[in-house]
């Protein structure tokens, strides 16, 4: 897993957030690839380096076809991502941008989600730049990220609906909660897409000691007194040890007269697809000694109205309790290894005193373990050994 530090000193847009990850990924040629998975042979991807006020960076331009009707609704564009021939988890992530703008388009205008009218962002070229980020910060393994303030810019901004003020109001419900600043120049700085992109990495503004790895620029369309890119860089937490995590709450409620398959895989799928952090279950005895569940879901804070609606829709239970919570983490990253089964992915946690935790992943373990006919403990503690091994450091 990886960590992503975001500079959006010019703003952000769909477009910016895609040159930069192509940038950082060196993933060119999958991105260009992209409209053919994505069934749509008639659009392209124009990859491009470009220099801004000094400074080398990419540009990602999506050409689409003269006739291209922008407007869609939020079933069509899910239609997109669900019949193209992209991994599973950057379909989800992809369809959690597109909610989440969806969200906010209907808290700005008053109207039901399924009944949103995408105009601009519902464009091909909007799609391209959404699909792509998902598919990048996939490539990436990005699991976490920190935010700069958020360059807003000033005036209004010709739309769909008329002149809007700038930020959008889209963008400003996208936004809560995120530094931002005005900045001097009249210009839309930061879209809704690129506002969704963010937000759905559900990024720290806290100040943290961070290592520093190359950047990656990228560029905008229009130039300016500054460069008009937005920067992006791999990081690594260099306090060693705890960091807190804010802006998270924790979701729970009993279900009672409810069989064990309704809570089972099909509504953790589902949880975890709209934003949830962790899902977990277990038996209670409640009034008049009735058997029952305590579901419980650990969020941000942005994800918690869409997964209580899921929790009351798929569920009997009539509530849904809500718990400030934060939490400590340990920093975590995926290592591959190499073992006498073959290869694990392992994850490896750094604890305060600098010693490492390393935890076999299971689904890895278990399928080498069918192929190979040996017990599942034996590939677990061989992985274990080899990462002990391979890494070269004390395990806890």
Same mark, same amino acid.
């Given at each position: 897993m990886a960590t992503l530090k975001i500079e959006p000193f010019s703003g952000c847009s769909g477009d910016m957030f895609l040159g930069a990850l192509v940038e950082l990924s060196d993933c060119g040629e999958k991105l260009e690839a992209l409209p053919e998975k994505l069934k749509l042979p008639e659009t392209k991807i124009e990859i491009s380096s470009v220099e801004k006020c000094g400074i080398m960076g990419t540009k990602a331009d999506v050409i689409v076809p003269k006739e291209e009707h922008a407007h869609r609704h939020l079933p069509q564009i899910h239609k997109i991502i669900d019949e193209s021939e992209l991994p599973d988890t950057t379909k989800l992530r992809a369809r959690a941008i597109f909610h989440l703008l969806a969200e906010s388009e209907s808290k700005a205008h008053g109207i039901p989600v399924e009944k949103v009218h995408f105009h601009e962002v519902g464009a091909l070229d909007a799609i391209i730049d959404i699909v792509g980020s998902?598919?990048?910060?996939?490539?990436?393994?990005?699991e976490k990220a920190y935010t700069d303030p958020v360059r807003l810019g000033h005036g209004f901004v010709k739309?769909?609906?008329?002149?809007?003020?700038?930020?959008?109001?889209?963008?400003?419900?996208?936004l809560d909660g995120i530094p931002t600043?005005?900045?001097?120049?009249?210009?839309? =700085?930061?879209?809704?897409?690129?506002?969704?992109i963010l937000r759905s990495l559900n990024p720290i503004s806290e100040d943290e000691p961070l290592k520093l790895g190359k950047p990656a620029y990228g560029a905008g369309s229009a130039d300016f007194a500054h460069?008009? =890119?937005?920067?992006?860089?791999?990081?690594?937490?260099?306090?060693g040890g705890l960091s807190r995590e804010s802006g998270r709450v924790l979701l729970q409620t009993n279900i009672d007269n409810t069989s064990g398959e309704f809570v089972g895989r099909?509504?953790?799928e589902k949880l975890f697809a709209a934003g949830?952090?962790?899902?977990?279950?277990?038996?209670?005895? =409640?009034?008049?000694?009735?058997?029952?569940?305590?579901?419980?879901?650990?969020?941000?804070?942005d994800c918690e109205e869409g997964l209580a609606s899921i929790i009351l829709s798929e569920t009997n239970t009539l509530g849904v309790r809500r718990?400030?919570?934060d939490r400590y983490i340990l920093p975590r990253e995926i290592q591959k290894i190499d073992t006498f089964f073959g290869p694990v992915s392992v994850k490896v946690a750094t604890l305060p005193n600098g010693q490492l935790r390393m935890m076999p992943e299971f689904d890895d373990c278990a399928s080498l373990a069918a192929i190979k006919g040996e017990p599942i403990w034996r590939v677990y503690e061989a992985a274990k050994q080899a990462a002990s091994s391979q890494l070269g450091a004390k395990q806890s």
């Open positions: 998902a598919m990048l910060l996939d490539e990436l393994c990005i739309a769909a609906h008329g002149q809007l003020p700038i930020p959008a109001p889209a963008t400003r419900f996208l600043f005005r900045g001097d120049t009249e210009k839309e =700085m930061t879209t809704p897409t690129g506002a969704a460069p008009n =890119m937005l920067r992006l860089s791999l990081v690594e937490e260099t306090n099909n509504l953790q949830a952090l962790d899902v977990a279950t277990y038996p209670v005895s =409640m009034k008049k000694g009735r058997p029952g569940i305590v579901l419980e879901v650990y969020c941000p804070t718990i400030e919570s």
